[in-house]
């Protein structure tokens, strides 16, 4: 499967635990984005990296969430002591660039977090 | 700011009618993308179109067809002919289109149940 690479696909935690959701982005895909969906909502952006740089994290609450996406291996998206407001489907996208032009960003399959 | 609307929150049709989903955006770019993606019940999202606004020439794939109106700021998606498969939540985005984050701005999405 060439596509974007979404891990865990289901993810429990309680109150207070870390969450890690995983993403593995498209071959040849140098720029990850971060989405989160609450139910019954639309998709909210929260971050946009490329290799080792956070480009935009306009979308990121400011305390308990955090981003990366390393030199090797795949952009990580951490949520520390989780509470049930964040609970939600979180997807990765990934795109290239033609010239100036990101190009259409592939969605992963989702994480979907609950938190008990 | 940029906002994208989808004022039907859900429509339901019987299997081989005709069916029409509006989207609304504001932009103060000159330059921008319009995109549909398909979130079906299994919860990934599938990528449709994406348009950029110097193209407004309508578009059709298939039973798919857009009709992307600058003058009223509105891309609208109508499936012909519909069938049970196409029943998902659709969703209309924008995003810049200079360098830059090029996030993605989702509208809330219609959720399209076609019922046989």
């Known amino acids: 499967n060439a596509g974007v690479m979404q891990n865990p696909r289901h993810l429990v935690r309680r109150r207070g635990q870390e969450a890690r959701l995983r993403c593995s982005p498209m071959?040849?895909?140098?720029?990850v984005y971060w989405y989160r969906q609450l139910p019954e909502e639309g998709l909210k952006f929260m971050v946009y990296l490329q290799k080792e740089n956070i480009i935009d994290e306009s979308g990121m609450p400011k305390e308990r969430f955090s981003a990366e996406f390393p030199k090797e291996g795949p952009s990580i998206l951490r949520i520390q002591q989780v509470v049930r407001g964040d609970s939600a489907a979180y997807f990765c996208?990934?795109?290239?660039?033609?010239?100036?032009?990101?190009?259409?960003?592939?969605f992963g399959d989702g994480t979907r977090l609950s938190i008990l | 700011a940029q906002k994208v609307t989808q004022a039907q929150t859900e429509i339901s049709v019987v299997e081989k009618e005709d069916v029409t989903l509006d989207c609304v955006y504001e932009?103060?770019?000159?330059?921008?993308?319009l995109f549909w993606y398909k979130q079906p019940p299994s919860g990934e999202l599938v990528f449709l179109i994406r348009?950029?606004?110097?193209?407004?020439q309508n578009e059709i794939s298939g039973r798919y067809s857009w009709n992307f109106q600058k003058s009223t700021s509105s891309f609208n998606f109508t499936i012909t002919a519909s069938q049970v498969v196409d029943s998902a939540v659709y969703f209309c985005?924008?995003?810049?289109?200079?360098?830059?984050?090029?996030?993605?701005?989702f509208g809330q999405g219609t959720r399209l149940t076609i019922n046989p």
């Open positions: 985005a924008l995003s810049e289109a200079m360098q830059g984050a090029q996030k993605l701005v």
């Open positions: 996208a990934s795109s290239t660039r033609e010239g100036p032009i990101n190009q259409p960003q592939h």
């Open positions: 348009r950029n606004s110097f193209d407004e």
């Open positions: 932009t103060r770019d000159t330059t921008y993308y």
């Open positions: 071959k040849g895909h140098s720029h």
